[in-house]
């Protein structure tokens, strides 16, 4: 079914004409320049506080009316922002309490951006404000289509303001009761023990930072203040906009939020996507970068995300930063469509002047003018886009799922422990990924507090830490008949890094995965164990687990050190369903020959017939087909039956040959 809000892909990107007010013949010559770039969209007004709100009480809007009248008369759709992600200078000098504080305890002074307290109430009341300001002047306006709330939502504060307000937390996480707390964090060690709520701080490098309990809960506090933070900016939009829907820009793996929760409370996911192509182009990276697209199309319910941010060039903010060669950023953003994207938008339409971001990838250079690559690029990749409305609110079918969970990243990354160099977390999802993704086998990224039920096969890599309910909720899943694939380090703690007693991993997972872990080996650097797996002998790195089966199948076992023969892979039957435990960590091809046994096994089918080389993907959208040429040589690829190029219209069968950056879409 077809969830979307527009019914076309949406082309366009960050707009800021408020940089060019006294020079209005800019923007009619922005209007000339989108048309011709068929661009359909801008986002305007991000960082526009200043100019909104020049002095505190004090308003200008007429600016942004005939900007968005403009931008209406040439048919542009409008994505109008909030302005918290920086803040007028007036207002940090006069509420100082606004600035953030850094872990030092010292305050900022009045800069860059993201440098506010989320719990600040004047800041707050201020966003709420303004907001109220946006939403009343323009909740009739026919060119606003979707709220941009604020701008990637980052960092944390420690003032404190937010020090209470996270005690506040934990009384409510521990039910007022720091017996439970002290007992949960193991406050005896070190002689720890908290006796008055006022004497806990957030982890700081000169103060408490080797409690992982009280890292994971500044962790939770962090980011559940940013969407308390969200609900309060847009409390007024819904209230006063219920019919605009309302998304924020996410970047990447970013971890300071959980991004699995925060997606909860938008009407859409939108993410910004910057792949370092400039490392060297390679397919890894596009592998990497669809495992993201996914994750945000997950989060979304599988429903249309928004690729919201990229670069129709190069960045500024690499330490070198390299063009992309011809057809990369083309490629890129076909491939956010493929794997459910409705939008291709860049930062930014027209370079600045001046400021931080002046040498930053632009639609318009600072030439001024359309006769350019990057905008003859761009203007062909909107004419592509304009072609694929069948695509639009086309959601992804994915029987295959692999848990990547925002927290428990965060307690990979806090126990100290085993090899401390090399925890990898998100790494080590993308790897267990990629072998999916190399076969053109949808995936989906979910959390281990999502359904599993409609997967046929569920993998979770080093997941440490389980969540309450998440053993039941694997328990009920193999037992009703799923497959349940994880790795070394599993359900070793609870949501509060507390470990499990009687074995690892905890309570009734040793039976349903038919063994319990004894011990864990740490290899440094350039030491190996080798497993032997269907007759062949594959790397064992970093980190494993000695295991013992307990009614398991032992499907592979260690070759070397004193737990030679020990087992490796195991397989349980339980229920209707089988859980597999693979101890360690390979760097080579065993995790893709492992997945590829379950592909065969459980008859998991490709999105498509079509079978390509390497470095070529295939992505399957509604009855639209993708073929992406991500390797660095040209590819040949033969169609199973006769299709339409979506583009042109003209029918292709038989063999076809990808150039590098090429792509085609067929029907
Ligand atoms: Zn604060």
């Not at 968005?68 to 200078?89: C, F, M, Q, W, Y």
């Not at 086309?394 to 965060?410: G, L, M, R």
């Not at 993704?437 to 039920?453: A, P, R």
Request: aromatic fraction near 14%; glycine fraction near 6%; include cysteine.
């Amino acid at each position: 079914m077809k969830k979307s809000i527009f019914d076309h892909i949406i082309h366009g990107g960050d707009y800021n004409p408020d940089q060019w007010i006294n020079t209005p013949e800019i923007w009619d010559e922005d209007m000339r320049l989108m048309n011709l770039a068929h661009v359909n969209s801008a986002t305007v007004s991000i960082f526009s506080w200043s100019m909104l709100e020049p002095q505190e009480g004090v308003y200008n809007f007429e600016w942004l009316d005939k900007l968005l009248d403009k931008l209406h008369e040439n048919g542009k759709e409008v994505i109008l922002a909030t302005p918290s992600g920086a803040r007028p200078t007036w207002l940090a000098q006069k509420y100082p309490e606004v600035l953030r504080v850094e872990e030092t305890g010292i305050r900022n002074e009045y800069g860059v951006r993201h440098n506010h307290c989320l719990t600040s109430p004047i800041y707050r009341e201020k966003v709420r404000n303004i907001n109220t300001l946006l939403a009343q002047r323009y909740k009739d306006h026919p060119a606003v289509k979707m709220w941009h709330i604020s701008n990637e939502y980052c960092g944390e504060c420690h003032c404190d303001l937010c020090q209470e307000a996270f005690r506040e937390w934990l009384k409510k996480e521990y039910n007022n009761s720091l017996d439970e707390l002290n007992y949960k964090w193991w406050n005896g060690f070190w002689s720890h023990q908290i006796t008055d709520w006022s004497q806990i701080n957030s982890p700081k490098f000169r103060g408490e930072n080797h409690v992982s309990a009280m890292k994971l809960a500044w962790n939770r506090f962090v980011s559940e203040s940013h969407i308390s933070f969200f609900e309060n900016e847009i409390a007024p939009l819904r209230e006063i906009t219920p019919d605009i829907p309302i998304t924020t820009n996410f970047m990447k793996l970013y971890d300071g939020i959980d991004y699995q929760k925060f997606a909860k409370h938008l009407d859409l996911v939108s993410w910004d996507n910057y792949p370092a192509w400039d490392r060297g182009f390679n397919d890894t990276e596009a592998c990497d970068t669809a495992f993201v697209h996914d994750a945000f199309r997950t989060m979304g319910g599988g429903k249309p995300f928004f690729m919201m941010e990229s670069t129709p060039s190069l960045v500024n903010w690499h330490n070198v930063n390299k063009l992309p060669r011809p057809g990369r950023q083309e490629l890129s953003s076909i491939q956010a469509v493929a794997h459910g994207a409705d939008s291709v938008q860049y930062f930014q339409w027209r370079k600045s002047r001046g400021g931080h971001e002046k040498y930053h990838g632009a639609v318009v250079d600072h030439c001024g003018h359309e006769n350019t690559r990057v905008f003859r690029e761009v203007s062909h990749l909107g004419s592509v886009l304009e072609k694929l409305s069948n695509v639009v609110g086309e959601e992804c079918n994915s029987k295959v799922a692999v848990i990547a969970d925002w927290e428990n990243s965060w307690a990979v990354k806090h126990f100290c422990g085993f090899n401390n160099d090399h925890r990898d977390y998100f790494k080590e999802c993308i790897k267990w990924y990629a072998p999916f993704y190399k076969k053109g086998i949808s995936v989906d990224v979910i959390s281990m507090e999502d359904d599993y039920s409609k997967y046929d096969l569920v993998i979770a890599p080093f997941l440490y830490m389980l969540k309450d309910g998440t053993i039941d909720r694997i328990e009920s899943y193999v037992k009703n008949g799923g497959n349940f694939v994880t790795t070394y380090l599993f359900g070793f703690v609870d949501k509060d890094d507390f470990c499990y007693l009687g074995g690892f991993p905890g309570g009734k997972l040793k039976d349903v995965f038919g063994v319990w872990c004894e011990e864990t080996d740490s290899l440094p650097e350039g030491m190996k164990n080798s497993v032997k797996y269907n007759g062949k002998d594959y790397d064992v790195v970093k980190i494993c687990d000695l295991i013992h089966a307990k009614g398991s199948e032992v499907q592979g076992t260690y070759q070397k050190d004193f737990y030679k023969d020990y087992p490796a892979i195991t397989k349980n039957t339980y229920g209707k369903g089988n859980a597999y435990y693979v101890a360690f960590r390979n760097d080579d091809n065993f995790t893709d020959d492992f997945c590829y046994d379950l592909i065969d096994k459980y008859g998991i089918k490709a999105d498509t017939e079509i079978k390509a080389e390497d470095g070529v993907t295939i992505r399957k959208r509604g009855d639209t087909i993708f073929i992406m040429n991500f390797a660095d040589t040209e590819k040949t690829i033969m169609l199973d039956k006769e299709y339409t190029n979506v583009v042109d219209g003209v029918s292709v069968k038989g063999e076809i040959t990808l150039t590098v950056c090429g792509y085609i879409i067929l029907e």
